[in-house]
């Protein structure tokens, strides 16, 4: 495979970064040679493990996860009958949960916990971040920060799917859907925060604002907690659900907010250029990646190979 | 034998019989022994269908369900006590009917040597804006008067019979236990906590401030005459019921602010709530002057920028254009992102599955379909 130029350039910086050995330079490159030119072979015909193959979480993410998603849920359900009140099924389902005495100390408490998730995933990520900073091997395109390659990604993406172009792009660890789903919870996460203490500290916050904001502030801030709320809603609902349930290939889950990995084929479809730092800096994926070229020739297209040994399946 | 006949005494015992025969024979004075009808107001008063529609149409029941009347706050109460312009039996006409702030009951009261009366607490409803004639007519009519919000509450509806270690105890000086268990219940109904909650309050309040012809008829007489009206006035009802304490207190939580919470002198609670007040009157709990103070019994951090938070939010253009428009583009921002992400999904299941991806990963791989993009799996199955 001839890697396109960004490709390159992204290679040759993560052996830098890795401190990479000749030999295991010239062990790498040889295998990216061998690497058919069309990406679309490799990722139809490798072999993966349903519940992962390559790492992408720390059991810290996986944890912020659990602790932000069984929270959210929660805050909704205990939160939505108040908001739809007059909804046939508000009071049913709110007496189901133990009444409005109860719901209002789980909602709070709820509240706490996703706090305390959202702090611990700020700690998590500025202590990772620090700690790649000091080992040399950050790289701010590996982080979930967006940039301009995104919109030519998304874009490309697009064309893709429209049958435009014959390769997905090129895409990093965090492609541009992840970037914007990333964004678009954190954001929520602070309003939601934000407008509930407004709720919870109405005086202190009308105190601490100047003068005249107060109303204005409490205003907006019970438009945001509902509306917000809804709108995180629909976006897991349609959206993330979507993606990690739903969407082809990934049916019935993706198990990797449980197990940390990734498949082999979704990482070379989606996230080829983390594939590309995978082959860096995982041995063993350069010998499965070896071993799979070995048995398999993937160069020609139109001529199946007939009597070749079952592709080597992955422990785990 | 017809003087006999004319005689008050055979007169008094043949009423007597009458109202005993006709009691007992058509069953509907059962329980009327329970309180005392020296004056046989039961004799035509216990038939249920005793009742008339008035010349404006409004059906008026005068059926006394003897039965449930000995279990009132007012069993004890002889009719005439309050209805005192009743002179004979058939009585006339009712022109006025019974006054909240009439003397009646307890002629003998004990405790004061004067006859009881509601008259200190109509007065101080005679202040509050909510009064009115007890039979006014036109708008003063939609007023609510005393029996608006104080039906005759059942006698301790929730304690059928006092504990028996505190009669005991009343036993060892008051020796007529009869005298004790009612004098039990007559104290203890006020004393245990008996207060409307949250709930009950805000259906009183509700029953007219949220009924739609009733606020047009008040602006439009208030237009018509010049004077001015609440600015909340048309949405007291609707908007508290959207607010957060509305909510909650719907859904029984009692300690959310209700209606008497913030209208009502809480300092003085049962004068309070007779005596609610304009919020522009300065002695109102909700005028400028008084708002601090009034929102500092929950929120004791409460300062005079917090006192301009609104407490009857509304999202209607003409209340509140700020958070009118914040909805609308909440609204707007709701559908466009509903639609992309629908949209972008949609568009992205069809150009994969056109490239030959699967829903499930089976067998190592999801791309065992053909793809129409000529690009199929090569390694067989």
């Known amino acids: ?316 | 034998m017809m003087r006999v006949m004319h005689s008050k005494p055979f007169l008094r015992l043949l009423a007597v019989l009458v109202i005993g025969v006709s009691s007992y024979s058509t069953g509907a004075g059962a329980g009327a022994g329970a309180f005392e009808d020296d004056e046989a107001c039961l004799m035509c008063h216990k038939y249920i269908r005793m009742a008339r529609i008035t010349e404006e149409g409004v059906f008026r029941s005068y059926y006394v369900p003897a039965g449930t009347f000995a279990k009132t706050v007012h069993r004890n109460v002889p009719c005439r006590d309050c209805h005192d312009y009743i002179k004979q039996l058939p009585h006339r006409k009712v022109e006025e009917g019974v006054r909240c702030d009439q003397e009646c009951h307890s002629k003998k009261n004990p405790a004061t040597g004067k006859p009881f009366s509601h008259k200190a607490i109509y007065d101080l409803y005679a202040d509050s804006v909510h009064a009115r004639d007890k039979n006014a007519t036109g708008l003063d009519n939609d007023k609510p008067y005393c029996v608006t919000c104080h039906t005759n509450p059942v006698y301790n509806p929730n304690e059928a019979e006092p504990p028996k270690e505190i009669l005991d105890r009343c036993e060892l000086c008051h020796e007529k236990r009869d005298f004790v268990r009612q004098w039990y219940f007559h104290t203890s109904r006020r004393v245990l906590d008996i207060k409307r909650t949250g709930q009950e309050i805000v259906a009183i309040c509700i029953r007219c401030h949220a009924d739609q012809e009733l606020i047009e008829r008040h602006e439009n007489a208030a237009d018509e005459e010049g004077r001015p009206l609440g600015k909340k006035f048309p949405i007291a009802a609707t908007s508290y019921q959207k607010s957060f304490h509305g909510k909650v207190t719907r859904y029984g939580l009692d300690g959310a602010a209700t209606c008497l919470d913030c209208h009502a002198d809480n300092a003085k609670y049962y004068e309070g709530v007779h005596k609610i007040l304009p919020s522009r009157n300065p002695e109102s709990p909700v005028s400028q002057q008084n708002r601090v103070e009034t929102c500092r019994r929950c929120h004791e951090a409460a300062d005079e920028k917090y006192a301009i938070v609104d407490p009857h939010p509304s999202f209607d253009e003409e209340f509140n254009p700020v958070l009118h428009k914040a909805e609308e583009i909440y609204g707007v921002v709701g559908e466009v992102v509903v639609t992309a992400l629908l949209g972008l999904s949609l568009f992205e299941t069809i150009g994969r599955r056109r490239d030959g991806v699967g829903w499930r990963l089976r067998r190592g791989s999801t791309w065992w379909r053909r793809s129409r993009r000529k690009r199929d799996r090569i390694i067989p199955r």
Request: aromatic share 12%.
């Open chain 1, 1 to 316: 495979m001839k890697l396109s130029e960004q490709a390159t350039e992204l290679l040759h910086d993560a052996m830098r970064r890795n401190k990479t050995s000749d030999p295991e330079r010239e062990e790498i490159e040889t295998l990216i040679e061998r690497l058919p030119d069309d990406r679309v072979l490799l990722y139809k015909n490798v072999v993966s493990n349903p519940i992962g193959d390559l790492p992408r979480y720390s059991i810290h993410i996986r944890l912020q996860h659990l602790l932000t998603f069984t929270t959210f849920l929660l805050l909704a359900f205990t939160g939505l009958p108040v908001y739809f009140i007059d909804a046939f099924w508000a009071e049913p389902f709110s007496q189901m949960l133990g009444g409005i005495d109860v719901t209002r100390v789980i909602h709070r408490t709820l509240a706490s916990i996703m706090i305390f998730s959202m702090l611990y995933h700020v700690v998590t990520i500025t202590g990772g971040t620090i700690y790649s900073i000091v080992l040399g091997k950050f790289d701010i395109r590996r982080t979930v920060i967006p940039g301009l390659k995104d919109l030519r990604d998304m874009k490309e993406d697009m064309l893709y799917f429209s049958g435009r172009r014959t390769q997905r792009p090129e895409m990093d660890k965090f492609m541009y859907k992840q970037k914007i789903h990333y964004f678009a919870a954190a954001f929520g996460n602070f309003v939601m925060i934000f407008s509930g203490s407004a709720f919870l500290f109405p005086d202190i916050w009308a105190g601490a604002l100047p003068g005249g904001w107060a109303a204005y502030f409490q205003d907006i801030m019970r438009i945001a907690h509902s509306h917000e709320a809804l709108l995180a809603l629909v976006v897991i609902a349609f959206w993330h659900w979507y993606n990690v349930h739903l969407a082809p290939g990934r049916f019935p889950m993706q198990w990797t907010f449980l197990t940390g990995k990734i498949t082999r084929e979704h990482q070379m479809e989606e996230h080829f250029l983390e594939y590309l730092r995978n082959l860096v800096e995982l041995p063993e994926e350069r010998r499965f990646l070896s071993t799979f070229l070995d048995h398999f020739d993937l160069t020609e297209q139109e001529r199946p190979v007939v009597g070749a040994d079952p592709a080597p399946v992955p422990e785990g």
